[in-house]
């Protein structure tokens, strides 16, 4: 065999359940001869904040030749071996007890881990075919493999569908792009399009209704796939896999998502999730559905279609790109869209969610401040390092990106009578650069930071730039009760609560009230009130829930004066607070031939 393409092989066995350790052993047949130079993932595409996985690695030695090699850190992430002659043996153990999506994990009942976190880079050979060697635990029986990393066939070991053995990888980035579950899963399969899909449950969830899930599941990815390839019905991860994996973690209260090239990982709580026998659609299964649309819509947005910036990830340091609210606002739009258009939610479902998300954005006073480019390019440090004072300063790139999506669609549809949409603009996007992003020999590109207004016009005949610059790069509110007239929509906007406001957001700390964030400008704010500070009493009577604070609350009138006594760190203050009219209102979108 060519040594050029002699693949680095990865050994991963989780030896240590109950301690929650993988142990790794990595192979690298012809190391650097000025020593070898391997690093810890700093980051995780699709999660924009540094996290330092190398920091639950707990030993890392190196041998050759049957001797010990000498290993220095050069940094919080970054090994160099001694210069030897190969293979180089590296052996090192992680600690894996990160319950998320973006990590990994480990007991006695299931493995999971993405592979930035358990797999050193071997610098200047990331282009390098790589084998992973999954071995099951000791002791414990039945454990089968969920990934949608291809297995290794034609190799001695090779992996059968769901066994342990050698996986294979095109390269680095493949190799950490497919997270691995492990375990006893509860598991349904259907094809969308012809294209093989699997749903992994980890976690405690009775009577799940496999069935059910799993239909709804699929329209959504039928809709998805017909929407960016309507002709051909092709499923974009073909290129890299020969199926599509939903891995969903279960629990009392989680959520999240974190999307892959041929898989996603999931977290969502079991009440959401539907039981058999259970009739009707709750507000929490909705989530779920949209979540993973979500997740699924990024198979082609972010996964394949990126921005320039990330073509490709430098995981050694952030990555910065003022286009995440195309990446991430533009699937926030589609995500609950395709659900409606799929029928996995009814129309009337479909304008409740978005007035909820229009209600957000407005709630929201950092929207003044921050526009969802600049939010975009501050994700690092502001916008995955949210404090109290956030809501004031910052705006979501998710929530305001999808309004901004919504406001394009809209202005496109009208400007065209009809005849063009925001679909035009991501069909184009997938023809440009992403279809065949994986495929071998591709030369790939990602969106210019300064692309998308030239592309919205050849996709649409319509020129953008002004609504862009206005709502994207600047922080002008989407007109949207003036765009969604032509469709048929109202937007209404109608009290929230009858009662007077702080202005303030409330959490629960143990027995008592506390002030999670104090609007600027507010109530509040105005009488000296700040974030931290515990509830005591209002004119002398006790505060102790946030049900508490309302019942009090319903004895005034906007404009009434009231004494507070909170405690800020163990010192009481009291503060004169004139209250504000009721909270801010809710945004109502109803069919407008209805409201007639």
């Not at 896999?241 to 939903?246: E, I, L, P």
């Not at 202005?503 to 974030?531: I, M, N, W």
């Not at 319903?554 to 507070?564: E, F, I, L, M, N």
Request: with cysteine; proline share 6%; charged share 25%.
């Amino acid at each position: 065999m060519n040594m050029e393409k002699t693949p680095l092989l990865y050994r991963l066995w989780p030896h240590d359940p109950a301690g929650h350790r993988y142990r790794i052993t990595l192979t690298v047949p012809s190391p650097s001869p000025e020593g070898q130079r391997l690093s810890m993932p700093a980051w995780i595409p699709g999660s924009y904040l540094i996290r330092d996985f190398s920091r639950q690695v707990e030993s890392l030695a190196a041998h050759a030749g049957g001797r010990r090699v000498p290993v220095r850190k050069l940094d919080n992430h970054t090994w160099q071996a001694a210069p030897c002659d190969g293979p180089l043996r590296v052996e090192y153990t992680v600690y894996a007890w990160d319950l998320s999506v973006r990590g990994a994990h480990l007991d006695e009942t299931h493995g999971f881990f993405n592979g930035t976190s358990v797999f050193l880079q071997v610098h200047g050979q990331e282009h390098l075919p790589c084998l992973l060697d999954l071995q099951p635990p000791r002791g414990i029986a039945g454990w089968k493999v969920h990934t949608s990393l291809p297995e290794a066939r034609g190799h001695a070991g090779a992996a059968r569908r769901h066994g342990f053995g050698l996986y294979r990888a095109p390269d680095y980035d493949a190799l950490i792009d497919h997270p691995v579950e492990m375990g006893t899963p509860q598991v349904a399969r259907f094809t969308a399009h012809g294209a093989e899909h699997e749903l992994v449950f980890t976690g405690v969830a009775p009577n799940l209704d496999l069935a059910r899930i799993a239909q709804d599941v699929r329209r959504i990815c039928e809709t998805q796939i017909a929407f960016f390839e309507p002709r051909s019905r092709r499923a974009p991860f073909l290129d890299s896999a020969d199926r599509y994996v939903f891995m969903t973690m279960v629990t009392g209260d989680g959520y999240g998502g974190l999307e892959h090239r041929a898989s996603t990982a999931l977290m969502t709580s079991r009440k959401d999730l539907p039981v058999l026998g259970q009739k009707g659609q709750g507000e929490g299964y909705r989530g779920f559905l949209g979540l993973v649309s979500h997740e699924y819509f990024h198979t082609w947005n972010v996964k394949r279609i990126k921005p320039a910036a990330f073509v490709p990830y430098d995981l050694s340091r952030p990555d910065l790109t003022r286009l995440l609210w195309v990446f991430e606002g533009f699937t926030s739009y589609y995500d609950d869209l395709l659900l409606l258009r799929s029928g996995a939610i009814t129309r009337a479902d479909y304008l409740r969610m978005l007035g909820k998300t229009i209600t957000s954005v407005a709630r929201t006073p950092g929207r003044a401040k921050q526009s969802v480019a600049e939010s975009s390019f501050d994700a690092w440090t502001r916008y995955y390092k949210q404090d109290e004072n956030s809501p004031n300063a910052l705006v979501s790139y998710y929530t305001k990106g999808a309004l901004v999506a919504l406001g394009l669609d809209l202005l496109i549809r009208r400007d065209t009578a009809g005849a063009r949409s925001l679909d035009d603009v991501m069909r184009l996007l997938w023809q440009r650069y992403g279809r065949g992003f994986y495929a071998p020999g591709a030369k790939q590109q990602g969106l210019p930071e300064d692309g998308l207004p030239g592309l919205v016009e050849e996709a649409t005949g319509v020129d953008a730039r002004r609504y862009i610059a206005r709502h994207a790069y600047g922080t002008a509110d989407v007109p949207l009760a003036e765009l969604l007239a032509p469709q048929g929509v109202s937007l209404q906007w109608k009290p929230a609560s009858n009662l007077p406001s702080l202005d303030a957001r409330t959490r629960k700390q143990g027995d008592s009230l506390v002030l999670a964030t104090v609007f600027e400008g507010g109530a509040a704010h105005r009488g000296g009130l700040s974030a931290g500070d515990v509830l005591v009493a209002i004119d002398g009577l006790r505060v102790d829930a946030p049900a508490g604070l309302e019942l009090l609350l319903a004895q005034y009138r906007p404009g009434d004066r009231v004494r507070v006594h909170v405690f800020r760190r163990d010192e009481l203050r009291a503060f004169d607070v004139r209250l504000s009219a009721p909270e801010p209102l809710d945004c109502v979108l109803s069919d407008a031939a209805q409201d007639q």
